[in-house]
Protein backbone atom coordinates (compact mmCIF):
# COMPACT_ATOMS: atom_id res chain seq x y z
CA UNK A 1 0.00 0.00 0.00
CA UNK A 2 1.49 3.60 -0.80
CA UNK A 3 1.36 5.97 1.87
CA UNK A 4 0.62 9.44 1.43
CA UNK A 5 3.19 11.82 2.97
CA UNK A 6 0.32 13.31 5.13
CA UNK A 7 -0.69 9.46 6.51
CA UNK A 8 3.15 9.16 7.29
CA UNK A 9 3.52 12.54 9.12
CA UNK A 10 0.27 11.82 11.03
CA UNK A 11 1.52 8.28 11.96
CA UNK A 12 4.48 9.77 13.38
CA UNK A 13 2.78 12.34 15.12
CA UNK A 14 0.99 10.02 16.54
CA UNK A 15 3.63 8.05 17.51
CA UNK A 16 5.34 10.57 19.23
CA UNK A 17 2.39 11.38 21.02
CA UNK A 18 2.49 7.94 22.41
CA UNK A 19 6.24 8.38 23.96
CA UNK A 20 6.82 9.06 27.78
CA UNK A 21 10.70 9.91 28.16
CA UNK A 22 11.71 9.03 25.04
CA UNK A 23 10.08 5.05 25.57
CA UNK A 24 6.87 4.14 23.97
CA UNK A 25 3.92 4.04 26.10
CA UNK A 26 1.91 0.57 26.07
CA UNK A 27 -1.11 2.74 27.41
CA UNK A 28 -0.94 5.97 25.74
CA UNK A 29 -0.57 3.64 22.22
CA UNK A 30 -3.93 1.61 23.00
CA UNK A 31 -5.67 4.74 23.56
CA UNK A 32 -4.28 6.87 20.34
CA UNK A 33 -5.35 3.73 18.15
CA UNK A 34 -8.65 3.27 20.06
CA UNK A 35 -9.25 7.49 18.93
CA UNK A 36 -8.27 6.79 15.38
CA UNK A 37 -10.10 3.92 14.92
CA UNK A 38 -13.24 6.04 16.56
CA UNK A 39 -12.66 9.27 14.19
CA UNK A 40 -11.66 7.28 11.10
CA UNK A 41 -10.16 10.43 9.69
CA UNK A 42 -9.39 10.24 6.24
CA UNK A 43 -6.59 7.38 5.22
CA UNK A 44 -6.82 6.20 8.79
CA UNK A 45 -5.79 2.87 7.59
CA UNK A 46 -2.95 4.17 6.06
CA UNK A 47 -2.11 6.03 9.20
CA UNK A 48 -2.08 2.73 11.54
CA UNK A 49 -0.23 0.85 8.97
CA UNK A 50 2.90 3.18 9.24
CA UNK A 51 2.13 3.54 13.40
CA UNK A 52 2.45 -0.29 13.38
CA UNK A 53 6.06 -0.06 11.18
CA UNK A 54 7.17 2.63 13.75
CA UNK A 55 6.28 0.79 16.80
CA UNK A 56 7.41 -2.35 15.40
CA UNK A 57 11.03 -0.35 14.31
CA UNK A 58 11.09 0.68 18.21
CA UNK A 59 10.88 -2.51 19.81
CA UNK A 60 13.20 -4.33 17.30
CA UNK A 61 15.63 -0.67 18.24
CA UNK A 62 15.13 -1.47 22.21
CA UNK A 63 15.50 -5.20 22.19
CA UNK A 64 19.19 -6.73 22.43
CA UNK A 65 20.59 -10.45 22.05
CA UNK A 66 23.42 -11.59 23.46
CA UNK A 67 24.38 -14.78 21.82
CA UNK A 68 27.86 -16.10 23.68
CA UNK A 69 29.51 -19.98 23.15
CA UNK A 70 29.35 -20.50 27.13
CA UNK A 71 26.80 -19.45 29.78
CA UNK A 72 28.08 -16.31 30.58
CA UNK A 73 29.02 -15.08 34.26
CA UNK A 74 26.50 -12.79 36.46
CA UNK A 75 29.40 -10.58 36.74
CA UNK A 76 30.03 -10.37 32.72
CA UNK A 77 26.32 -10.49 32.18
CA UNK A 78 26.38 -7.34 34.55
CA UNK A 79 29.16 -5.62 32.66
CA UNK A 80 27.74 -6.40 29.31
CA UNK A 81 24.71 -5.05 30.28
CA UNK A 82 25.68 -1.67 32.12
CA UNK A 83 28.21 -1.19 28.72
CA UNK A 84 24.94 -1.50 26.37
CA UNK A 85 22.64 0.76 28.56
CA UNK A 86 25.32 3.29 28.62
CA UNK A 87 25.29 2.95 25.26
CA UNK A 88 21.64 2.85 23.99
CA UNK A 89 19.97 4.35 26.49
CA UNK A 90 17.46 3.08 29.37
CA UNK A 91 14.42 0.62 28.11
CA UNK A 92 16.78 -2.19 26.57
CA UNK A 93 15.43 -5.26 27.14
CA UNK A 94 18.47 -7.78 27.00
CA UNK A 95 18.56 -11.37 27.01
CA UNK A 96 21.46 -13.77 26.94
CA UNK A 97 21.71 -16.92 25.29
CA UNK A 98 23.73 -19.69 23.73
CA UNK A 99 24.87 -20.83 20.64
CA UNK A 100 27.84 -23.48 20.71
CA UNK A 101 28.53 -22.63 16.86
CA UNK A 102 30.42 -19.40 17.85
CA UNK A 103 33.39 -21.33 19.11
CA UNK A 104 34.24 -18.52 21.44
CA UNK A 105 33.70 -14.92 22.10
CA UNK A 106 30.11 -12.81 22.15
CA UNK A 107 27.69 -11.82 19.29
CA UNK A 108 25.64 -8.82 20.07
CA UNK A 109 22.51 -7.95 18.00
CA UNK A 110 20.51 -4.60 18.89
CA UNK A 111 18.07 -3.73 16.75
CA UNK A 112 19.89 -3.43 13.35
CA UNK A 113 23.07 -2.93 14.47
CA UNK A 114 25.52 -6.44 14.65
CA UNK A 115 28.70 -6.45 16.84
CA UNK A 116 30.32 -9.77 16.63
CA UNK A 117 33.44 -10.61 18.06
CA UNK A 118 32.83 -14.69 17.54
CA UNK A 119 35.75 -16.97 16.53
CA UNK A 120 33.43 -17.97 14.02
CA UNK A 121 33.09 -14.87 12.50
CA UNK A 122 36.72 -14.47 12.70
CA UNK A 123 37.23 -17.65 11.09
CA UNK A 124 34.89 -16.71 8.27
CA UNK A 125 36.66 -13.64 7.54
CA UNK A 126 40.02 -15.58 7.39
CA UNK A 127 38.65 -17.78 5.05
CA UNK A 128 37.03 -14.77 2.87
CA UNK A 129 40.54 -13.42 2.49
CA UNK A 130 42.13 -16.39 1.20
Known amino acids: ?6 SRRDAKQLFRSCQVKGLLDENRARAAIKSVL ?3 PRGYIA ?5 QR ?4 DLERRSARVESAVPLTPELQAKVQSDLTRTYGHGL ?3 FGQNPA ?5 R ?5 DVY ?6 KLAALQESF
Not at 102 to 106: A, Q, V
Not at 108 to 112: A, E, P, Q
Not at 116 to 121: E, F, K, T, V, Y
Open 108 to 112: IKVGS
Open 93 to 95: NIS
Open 1 to 6: MKLSKQ
Open 47 to 51: ILSHF
Open 38 to 40: EQK
Open 54 to 57: LVKL
Open 102 to 106: LIGGL
Open 116 to 121: DGSIQA
